[in-house]
Each structure stands twice: as C-alpha cells, then as structure tokens.
C-alpha cells in the first residue's frame, strides 16, 4: 500500500462538492471551508441573493444554484445542473433543513411532509442521482446532516426528530450499499450552534446557559467548530470511516 503523505490526508484540493443549505447556517460555513480549501463548491438553497453573497464573499471556485430541495421528485434534474459547473460531485453535503416545531399534539400533515420530504427524502434521493457517476469514478463522499434529535426525543420535536432518527439509519444503509464502490457515507450531528433554525433556541438565554451546561466542554457551538470534522469526512482521511454518525456537540450526548 503506498503511503499516505499526512499533509495530504485531509486535502479536497480538486474536488467537485455540492452542498445544499449553503445559503446559511453551517451550510454556508461547510461550503466555504471546501471551497477555501481547494474544492470546487456549488452551492445550493432557495435564496438566490443569500447564495451569490455567500459565493462573492468566498474565496475559491464557487458556484450557485437557487433551487428547492424540498421535492425530493425534483433531485435527478437537479443532479444535473450541479454537475455542470465543475463536472460531477465528488462530494455532496446535504446541509438543507427544516425544523417547524409543533408540539406533537399540534402536528399537521403538511408540517411532517415538508419536514420528511426536506430533511429525510431529499437527501436520498440526491445522493442517489448522484452516485452513479461517483461509482464510475471509485470515490465519493456523502456527508448527511443528523441532530442531537437522532438519539433524543426534545419537546416540540416530534416530526424533526423522526426525521432525524431517520437520517441516522439512512446513513447506516447507504454506506452498506455504496461503500464498496468508494462512496463513504456518514453523518454530521451537530449540538446547539447559533443558526437560523436554532434561533428561537438561542432567544431564550436560560436554555442558552442549560444547553451549554449539559455538555462535557461547557459551552455551545461556534460556527468555526464544524469545520474539521466536516473536512475529515469529505477528505481521504476518512477512507475507512463509513455509516458513522459524528456527533459535534461539545460532549452533550456524552452526559
């Protein structure tokens, strides 16, 4: 086996990576790291004018694609267009999400739809518009997006947290069913960081102080701790790391 120069290890220098949810959040963070750190990075949400932001204030090659990924329907079309900026996806980060947080008596069937279809369909069914040519390629990276809600049940959470759970054995089969053509597949589960669809978290100051308790590090997420983990998992560092849920949570669900 030839040996991996360490310097190399983490590199995405090259790389084609698609990520949806990069008009905010850490999906705009995730985009930015690849792209700074070589990758060719197009990045996908439903704001157009946030998106060509974010690719004006990015250093490196970016594009942008101002699309729904809401209508999982729409994700061999939309596999397509990512694949003409740079060629194929070597990468795929599905960063996008949803959290409508009804109580459980209060769900509503277009509430769990929205949520499942964004959260759970949507990257499935991209990933699978975009394996085949990862396949002919012999490498890939899936990097999902999974929550504290994969493990834990929080009140409000019932929908998101099913999808979430969902997200967790998602990744699991995935990575069984493309890893030996080398696809990894694998999970990001990130603890309370301070974005948009954790805002109204982050609104009440007590819960604030009681979340960043809980963990083992003894504070909550900054923006620039997603950074590393998301770059291992894209990178050949990961080579033997598959259908693995990382969790980023600074230790909470260590306690």
Sequence with gaps: ?????????????????????ASSGLGRVIASALAEAGARVVGVARRAERLEAWSEETAGETAVIAADVADPSGMKGLAARVSEPFGPPDILVAAAGINTRQAADAVTLDGWRTTIDLNLAAPFFLAQALVPEMRRAGWGRIVTFASLQSARAFPGGLAYGASKGGIAQLTRAMAEAWSRDGINVNALAPGFFPTELTGPVFEDTEMTARNAAQTCIGRNGEMGDIVGPALFLCSEASRYVTGQILHVDGGFTAK
Aim: proline content about 5%; some cysteine; hydrophobic content about 50%.
């Design 1 to 21: 086996m030839t040996a991996l120069v360490p310097s190399t290890l983490f590199s995405v220098a090259g790389r084609a990576a698609c990520v949806t949810g």
